[in-house]
């Protein structure tokens, strides 16, 4: 079980929330949650990791920057996430997207795909 999943599970309990409730609240299926909450489920969209974080009241993932290592990040990726001082869990989930097998490639069309996401998750 990763870190993630066992944070999620013991706060749930510790919250006095079901599966049910907590994945109603954070719009995913029971299932869904008990494969999160076991590891099974490992490459969880930034969405709903920040919604289960936001309802669990989880601060951020301490570990990222481990996985950060393990990832060969473009150049341009990495001077954007240098400038803006991002958080290592935003730059591994930029570092995942692609469009077409594309990926941006200048620090300000990474800015440009940052603020897109934000805007539209509404952070």
Known sequence: MDEFAKRVRDRRI??????QELAEQIG???NYLSQIERGQATNLSWQVRERLSAV???KAEPAPSSALES???PPSLVEFAQNANLPPDDVLMLSRLKYRGQQPT???KWELLYNVIKMTVGK
């Open 56 to 58: 669990l009241g989880l």
């Open 71 to 73: 990832v060969d990040l």
């Open 14 to 19: 510790q919250e006095g929330l079901s599966q």
């Open 28 to 30: 995913i299926s029971r």
């Open 106 to 108: 200048s620090p300000e």
